[in-house]
């Protein structure tokens, strides 16, 4: 399943399967697109949760959240470039 990374306030991004991001929540954007990524159905752990989480969180609610950036640089981070903004 290809899935668009988008990075949105408060340092939260989101995964969604949708490319204009369109369908993620008006309240945590304005998000920024950061890259397409590949992920199948029962993929180790990706970004902190199971691939079949993640495809199973998005079709049900059309997108995953991913938790914030650690202030130390823990887990994700947001882009240093900046992409696309929705």
């Known amino acids: ?5 988008f990075w949105g306030k408060d340092r939260r991004a989101a995964l969604t399967d949708v490319y204009s991001g369109h369908n993620l929540p008006e309240d945590k954007g304005p998000w920024l697109y950061e890259r397409t990524v590949e992920v199948e159905e029962h993929d180790p752990e990706v970004v902190g949760a199971s691939a079949d989480e993640i495809i199973a ?3 049900r ?3 995953y959240m991913l938790g914030p950036c650690d202030e130390d640089g823990g887990g994700t981070r947001p882009p240093e470039k900046p992409g696309r903004v929705i």
């Open 1 to 5: 399943m290809q899935l668009h990374k």
């Open 57 to 59: 969180t998005i079709e």
């Open 61 to 63: 609610d059309g997108y």
